[in-house]
Nanobody, 127 residues
Framework: QVQLVESGGGLVQAGGSLRLSCAAS????????MGWFRQAPGKEREFVAG????????AVGDTVKGRFTISRDNAKSTVYLFMNSLKPEDTAVYYC????????????????????WGQGTQVTVSS
């Protein structure tokens, strides 16, 4: 079992920045792909960013391209989401997830690829 705990969410003004962290425990996740998703009220959960378990391959969703980046520190079993130029439409609960079966270099973009999920952290961007 893998436990994921997100932190770093909060209230920020439009144009501001936040860094979300996802700490993994229970099992080493250095060989697992990781990702961030978000879900706004009344909307489906959407892919935000993903990183391969090698760490050298990353991807972000179209709505956050150029503003968000993802990275991982396997020594700390932590994945980060750096969010810049935040917009009110970025307001959502952000979830960290772990894709147990992803192959080396693969970025998991689909919810069904992920085995473990965190409880989420709220990000609110005011206009």
């Amino acid at each position: 079992q893998v436990q994921l705990v997100e932190s770093g969410g909060g209230l920020v003004q439009a144009g501001g920045s936040l860094r979300l962290s996802c700490a993994a425990s229970g099992r080493t996740v250095s060989n697992y792909a990781m990702g961030w998703f978000r879900q706004a009220p009344g909307k489906e959960r959407e892919f935000v960013a993903g990183i391969s378990w090698g760490g050298w391959s990353t991807a972000v969703g179209d709505t956050v391209k150029g503003r968000f980046t993802i990275s991982r520190d396997n020594a700390k079993s932590t994945v980060y989401l750096f969010m810049n130029s935040l917009k009110p439409e970025d307001t959502a609960v952000y979830y960290c997830a772990c894709a147990e079966g992803a192959s080396y270099g693969h970025i998991a973009r689909q919810i069904r690829e992920y085995s473990y999920w965190g409880q989420g952290t709220q990000v609110t961007v005011s206009s």
